[in-house]
């Protein structure tokens, strides 16, 4: 009874941690120009490409781990990765880069009968978690997505895809970084 209470201790702890940190980064993509932010995009698909041997090496882990475990075919064939898999993640990311800057757009106005007039601008939601299962370009997509729209995400991909959602999801920390944010 003790141990279950340790580790769900700890597990509160863990995400309290990442939910602060979340935050924290939010508030700085929430203030981050356009450019910045698709500078990070670009800078991950670079990485993205240049790393694709090391992505599928991860890739390869997770497969073999899965198989063993008598994961289904169909399972295993959405964690799959190949070249053509990787590019399309890259090429995923750039396509968000040529989207309209979504931060800041009005989304509807109307005037009161007091003349009040009122506008609905678009606004960064804060911190999003998106829970997964193992499909490692959803870990691209779902970043992606919320760094373009200045928000933060608390990612949780299947255990079977560990290694290379770990490893994409380093990459894109690290294009946060390269641009600063």
Not at 9 to 15: F, G, K, P
Not at 32 to 60: E, G, M
Not at 136 to 147: R, W
Request: with cysteine; proline share 3%; glycine share 8%.
């Amino acid at each position: 009874m003790g141990q279950l209470a340790d580790e769900q201790r700890n597990s509160n702890a863990l995400i309290d941690r990442m939910a602060k940190r979340s935050r924290a980064a939010q508030s700085s993509l929430s203030k981050s120009d356009f450019t910045t932010r698709c500078a990070a995009l670009q800078a991950a698909a670079t990485a993205i490409r240049a790393q694709s041997a090391a992505i599928l090496d991860a890739n390869f882990k997770d497969v073999a781990r899965a198989s063993a475990n008598g994961i289904s075919h169909a399972f295993i064939d959405r964690l799959n990765l190949d070249e053509t898999r990787i590019e399309s993640m890259a090429t995923g990311l750039e396509a968000m880069i040529k989207l309209p800057n979504p931060i800041g757009v009005e989304l509807a106005r109307w005037q009161q009968p007091s003349g009040l007039d009122i506008a609905r601008i678009s606004t960064p939601l804060g911190v999003i978690g998106i829970i997964y299962e193992s499909r490692p370009n959803v870990t691209i997509d779902a970043a992606g997505l919320c760094i373009i729209a200045g928000n933060a995400a608390i990612l949780r991909g299947g255990s079977d895809g560990q290694l290379t959602a770990g490893l994409l999801a380093t990459i894109m920390s690290d294009g946060l970084e390269f641009a600063g944010l």
